[in-house]
Every structure is written in structure tokens, then in C-alpha cells.
């Protein structure tokens, strides 16, 4: 869908590039996370993917052809869900959708959106009036007004509530499934892991991974396990070796002791957040 090659960005008056000469690509049909910390490069690097900076340094492509070919057309490619909702308040939910449904040549429908997203009581409600987790929500069935091929969401579900954060997640999946593409940036760890079929670390404007979730905590997981067990009231740990579960020794130990928990070493995609940009995550 996109390739990416020596793409670098300095803002004006900044001695330091915000993006600098970073190499990926994203597959048709995938689910492609961008992480990294805040001011990393990746807000730079989606307005760059959907055209808001133009005077870059290096290669887009976007279906094998050079982004700076594609006029207007493009937009009607993709669909953006940035983090801070875009709405006019003083319109009403219906109002806002079909004012932005007017700027393309093909819309949906927009009830079973805002129904699966528990706004269709709400169409009529000022966007002024919504919560955040409302606005979110909007700004998500905005994104998929023009039936899109790729979407651009940053924090999807941060500020929203769990059931309607999983209704989202679910959307998203069946985007995918229906061969849409998705290029995800969030903080919330949890739900790349759950949605991405690959991601990338950038920290300061520079990529450092870029693999598989499953692939990454394998390279930075440990192969062991660690069993819990009480011994004369006492709660233990021992750790063996993930080679050491075939020998008999192992078994009888888990035979012969009260077992509590037994956890393989593979760690969290937000430790490896941390290990990989150095900076710890918040909130």
C-alpha cells in the first residue's frame, strides 16, 4: 500500500529533523502500528502519508506510484481519525457527517455506523454538547464516510469507556478483514498488541524496530518459566529454563509441590515500548 524510503522532514527554523531518513512498508490488508514516545515523529510522519507536508526529503509511494502524483483523488482513498475529535459544535452529529459527506464522490450510509456506535439516539445532539468519548466516537464514523481503502487513526480509543473501546476494535478487524489497510499510532499497549499485525518503534525521528508483536516479544521475552508454589505456608518462586519443561525433573516438581501460577518469560509489547525507546509510558 505505502512504501517508504529515506523520507526525512525538518520543520522550518528546527536544526534537528523530526523525521530522518526512515525505511518501511505497509501491506495491503494489514494492520501497521507507529509507535514511539511523544514529539517522536509520529504525528510528522501520518501528515506526511496523507499529504498535509508536502516538501519532504526522500520516497512515498502509494501503490507503487509517488505520492507528490496523486492530486485530490487521493483523498477519497483514505479516511483520518486524528486525537483531538474535529467536529462543529454548533452543528448536530447528522449535521457535521453530512457536510463532510458532501466533499466526497462516495459516501455510506451512516445509520448502522452510528448505531454500532451507540450515537444514533445522539444524531441530533450538538457535537458541542457530546463528551469526549462521543466526539471520539464521531470522529471515528467520520473517518469511514467515504468508504475508504486505508485509514489513519491516532488514539482510537484513548478516552473512551471499555465496551465502546471494544465495539471500535472490533470495527476496526472487520475493516481489515473486508481488505481495508490501517495504519494505528496509540500509547494504549493493550490494544496494539490486540489489533496489529506488525508495528514499528520510531524515537526521535528515527525507526529502531519494526516486526511482528509476537516476533518482538520473543526477541525481548526470556525463555523461561516461572512457577509460583506454597511451601509451609510460604509463596515461592523458582524460575527453570523453557528447555528444562521436557525433563522429568520438572515434571515431578510440578507433581510434587503446591502449585499457585506458571508463567512463560514472554514480556509485554509496553515493556518493549520502554527497552526500545527508553521512556517509560504513561497514563
Known amino acids: 500500500m505505502f512504501e517508504v524510503s529515506e523520507l526525512s522532514y525538518c520543520y522550518p527554523q528546527s536544526k534537528v529533523c523530526a523525521v530522518d531518513g526512515i525505511d518501511f512498508k505497509i501491506n495491503e490488508g494489514e494492520i501497521f502500528g507507529f509507535l514511539g514516545p511523544s514529539g517522536a515523529g509520529k504525528s510528522t510522519t501520518q501528515k506526511l502519508l496523507i499529504k498535509m507536508i508536502r516538501d519532504y526529503q526522500g520516497e512515498i509511494l502509494y501503490h507503487g506510484k509517488p505520492l507528490h502524483d496523486y492530486g485530490n483523488q487521493f483523498y477519497e482513498d483514505i479516511g483520518v481519525s486524528f486525537e483531538m475529535p474535529i467536529s462543529f459544535?454548533?452543528?448536530?452529529?447528522m449535521e457535521n457527517l453530512e457536510f463532510f459527506q458532501r466533499l466526497y464522490r462516495k459516501t455510506v450510509d451512516v445509520e448502522p455506523l452510528l448505531k454500532r456506535v451507540g450515537l444514533w439516539e445522539h444524531r441530533h445532539k450538538k457535537a458541542g454538547q457530546y463528551s469526549k468519548g462521543m466526539k471520539i466516537r464521531?470522529?471515528?464514523v467520520r473517518a469511514l464516510l467515504n468508504d475508504p481503502k486505508m485509514l489513519f487513526l491516532d488514539e482510537p480509543t484513548n478516552g473512551i469507556d471499555p465496551v465502546n473501546s471494544m465495539i471500535l476494535k472490533d470495527m476496526i478487524r472487520e475493516f481489515r478483514s473486508d481488505g481495508g489497510t490501517v495504519f494505528l499510532t496509540s500509547h494504549i499497549m493493550s490494544d496494539v498488541d490486540q489489533l496489529c499485525d506488525r508495528v514499528a518503534f520510531i524515537i526521535n525521528g528515527k525507526l529502531r524496530e519494526c516486526d511482528s508483536p509476537r516476533n518482538l516479544k520473543l526477541k525481548y521475552g526470556k525463555r523461561v518459566v516461572t512457577v509460583e508454589y506454597k511451601e509451609k505456608g510460604e509463596l515461592l518462586t523458582k524460575e527453570f529454563p523453557m528447555?528444562?519443561?521436557?525433563?522429568d525433573s520438572f515434571h515431578q516438581f510440578l507433581k510434587t509441590k503446591d502449585i499457585e501460577t506458571l508463567h512463560s518469560g514472554e514480556t509485554t509489547l509496553e515493556d518493549i515500548f520502554i527497552k526500545v525507546t527508553?521512556?517509560?509510558?504513561?497514563?
Open 243 to 247: 528447555d528444562d519443561i521436557k525433563k
Open 278 to 283: 527508553g521512556v517509560a509510558l504513561h497514563g
Open 89 to 93: 459544535s454548533k452543528l448536530t452529529a
Open 138 to 140: 464521531l470522529n471515528f
